[in-house]
Nanobody, 124 residues
Framework: QVQLVESGGGLVQAGDSLRLSCAAS????????MGWFRQAPGKEREFVAAITWSGGNTYYADSVKGRFTISRDNAKNTVYLQMNSLKHEDTAVYYC?????????????????WGQGTQVTVSS
């Protein structure tokens, strides 16, 4: 059984930074591509960023490109999302997820395990 636990969310002002963490259980964490998604009130859950098992490949949604950075530490079974220059429209619950696909996937259905989410609120 895989468990994903996000942390690091909070209330910040526009222009501030936050770093989200996602700690994973299980010895095979380093074998999987990981992703971050977010869901704002009344909206669909959307892709934010993903990183392959080695960290060699990353991909970002256009809305966060240049502001967010995804990374991972396989020794710590943790994936991170560094969020800079936060905007009010970044307000959402952020989820990390695991996919068994070796390459990066943007679709929610491609991910089989999800964390419980962490709230990020950016005041304007």
């Amino acid at each position: 059984q895989v468990q994903l636990v996000e942390s690091g969310g909070g209330l910040v002002q526009a222009g501030d930074s936050l770093r989200l963490s996602c700690a994973a259980s299980g010895r095979t964490f380093s074998s999987y591509t990981m992703g971050w998604f977010r869901q704002a009130p009344g909206k669909e859950r959307e892709f934010v960023a993903a990183i392959t098992w080695s960290g060699g490949n990353t991909y970002y949604a256009d809305s966060v490109k240049g502001r967010f950075t995804i990374s991972r530490d396989n020794a710590k079974n943790t994936v991170y999302l560094q969020m800079n220059s936060l905007k009010h429209e970044d307000t959402a619950v952020y989820y990390c997820a695991r996919t068994t696909h070796a390459t990066i996937r943007l679709q929610r259905w491609a991910y089989d395990y999800w964390g419980q989410g962490t709230q990020v609120t950016v005041s304007s």
